[in-house]
Structures are given as C-alpha cells and as structure tokens.
C-alpha cells in the first residue's frame, strides 16, 4: 500500500461515518485505510485518500467564531470512468443520488454524484475515452 504522506489527501465532512463509509467502499470501490467509528474513517482509491470526519471528530468541532463545519459545497473529487452512461446507470440501480444530469463539454462529459451527506463527487468520462454518446444526450453543453 502507498504510504499516506504520498498520497493526495481531501478530508470530507460527513453527518454519519459509516454510512460513508458503506457508500465509498461499497458504491464506489474505495478501501478502507483506518476507522474510528463513529468519528472518523480514511479511505483510498488509487494515490487518493479521502478522510471522513463526522460530528463527533476532532475536524467536526466549532471554529472560535461558532461556525460548524459541515458537509456538501462545490469541491469535489474527481473520478475518471470509462463509460459514464453505464456507471451512472449501475448507481442509479443502487440508489444513488445527482445533482444533474449528464453534460457534456470539450473535454468530456462529467456528472455530479452526492454521497449520503451530501458532498459532490464528480464522475468524468474524457473525450475520446470510453462508450460512444447516449442517443439522447446533448451536446455542446
């Protein structure tokens, strides 16, 4: 295994460990590197490590200015697919939930994935690479 402190590391806040934990390594193919439930887990996928802080977590505590730090926003992870319209489907069957549809733009088409509490995970599928456009779906976006 890649030693953490070479690994690029992004630490999510999360309202339940676990149940991210489920959706990372079960929905998404990530493996567990450590857990501390009900505060904290870190998973990896690739040269990617992604903390889970919840509540409860040492990241989870007030700022001295009361702010809480919570879940959701617009940073997001990046993750490569070879066939979005396959990946979105076979998630789609599992429950998961978007923010959008599929765009598709000149670099590729991409797709915005929430996990359980709600932070974005981007799948991206580059031009050229992969399956050939749904029938339905737009272009120029």
Known sequence: ????????????????????LAFYTGTLGFEVLTKFLPAFADVTRGNLR???????????????????????GWNRIHLIVGDIHAEVARLRKA?????????????????????????????FQPAGF???PAPSEGKGR
């Open 50 to 72: 992604l903390l889970l802080s919840g509540p409860v977590s040492s990241a989870g505590r007030p700022m001295p200015d009361g702010a809480v730090p919570g879940p959701g």
């Open 130 to 132: 992969g399956a050939a």
């Open 1 to 20: 295994m890649t030693d953490p402190r070479d690994m690029v590391s992004i630490r999510y806040m999360v309202d339940d460990v676990g149940e991210a």
């Open 95 to 123: 429950g998961a939930r978007f923010r959008n549809d599929v765009l598709e733009g000149p670099g590729g088409r991409q797709i915005l994935l929430l996990d359980p509490s709600g932070n974005v995970v981007e799948l």
